[in-house]
């Protein structure tokens, strides 16, 4: 059977990414206590407890989610900005973009008698209109939970990420995401993968926090899940992370449309908590301009 690569969290980001780019999947092992997920979910009971099931084979009769953690957990806001798992979100993105953003945001938790996701690749969200040579998803799974063969771990397929498209994994190729509690698997958005099946009769709970190139539509509409009223009570580089920051010179501006005297005419979105200028504030050399828009084919 394959196996999913573990590293400690004092592994060098050049090992680790050497590993994601092989297999396009990796283990950080016991990266917080498990005292850090318990606040968590106890942060986001009150919504566990109401959150309905799946609706179909794919998100699962057994399976719940619960979405909007940055708006509704602390702790998941300090998930987002941990500087190990953003240092290598941005070494694996940047060569594709400009900036990084969030991407999507959720508590799954696969319930006893769930059966297994089909596989898939998570870059199928945007419909196969992006060219494989650019990697569309950094996805970040935090055990809130033991991840067991048995209870659902993640379903892998390392180095499928290269394959053709329409190859199917023999069962000797798909590996099984198996960790503690406060660890992490990290994978791409273009490796086969998909929950396990639940045979125990405990509850395997994962908190999904996903980064991607920040001109790509999110799967998560953040702006909807954590609005203007909520996002004002985060850092600023969280603001910027979930989406309320321009990704490049005129990309991602707002207008105000309440304001008349022009002052928040085509402005950055930071401009709705602070007079602060943003890093495309001022606007490049036509040269630069020029040479961002005519980057060389890899």
């Not at 318990?38 to 566990?48: A, K």
């Not at 989610?65 to 941005?90: E, Y």
């Not at 993105?93 to 959720?106: A, I, R, V, W």
């Not at 850092?235 to 207008?255: D, N, T």
Request: glycine residues 8%; contains cysteine; hydrophobic residues 35%.
């Amino acid at each position: 059977m394959a196996e999913v690569k573990h590293i400690s969290i004092d592994t060098r980001d050049e090992e680790a990414l050497e590993i994601i780019d092989n297999d396009a999947a990796v283990i950080i092992d016991d990266v917080i206590p498990e005292s850090k997920i318990n606040t968590i979910l106890e942060e986001l009971d009150p919504f566990i407890k109401g959150n309905l099931k799946g609706a179909d084979e794919f998100t699962g009769f057994q399976t719940s989610r619960v979405g909007a953690l940055i708006a509704r957990s602390h702790g998941c806001r300090d998930l987002a900005m941990h500087t190990k798992i953003n240092s290598l979100a941005s070494k694996f993105l940047e060569p594709h973009c400009d900036n990084y953003q969030l991407h999507f945001t959720s508590l799954i938790t696969i319930g006893p008698g769930e059966t297994k996701q089909i596989l898939h690749r998570d870059r199928g969200l945007w419909g196969g209109y992006i060219s494989r040579k650019i990697e569309t998803q950094f996805a970040v799974v935090w055990a809130a939970s033991d991840f067991t063969y048995e209870n659902g771990a993640t379903q892998l397929v390392p180095g499928s990420h290269k394959w053709d498209a329409k190859r199917e994994p023999k069962k000797d190729e798909i590996a099984y995401a198996e960790m503690k509690k406060g660890s992490v698997l990290i994978y791409t958005g273009s490796v086969l993968h998909g929950g396990g099946d639940n045979t125990t009769g405990d509850l395997r709970s994962g908190i999904f926090i996903h980064y991607a190139p920040g001109w790509i539509r999110q799967q998560e509409n953040q702006y909807l899940s954590c609005p203007p009223e909520i996002a004002k009570e985060l850092s600023p580089e969280l603001r910027s992370l979930i989406g309320y920051s321009k990704g490049g010179y005129v990309m991602g501006f707002y207008s105000d449309p309440n304001h008349l005297d022009g002052k928040l005419e085509s402005v950055t979105p930071e401009k709705i908590f602070s007079d602060e200028k943003d890093k495309f504030t001022v606007l490049a050399s036509p040269e630069n301009l020029v040479k961002g828009s005519t980057r060389k084919k890899p």
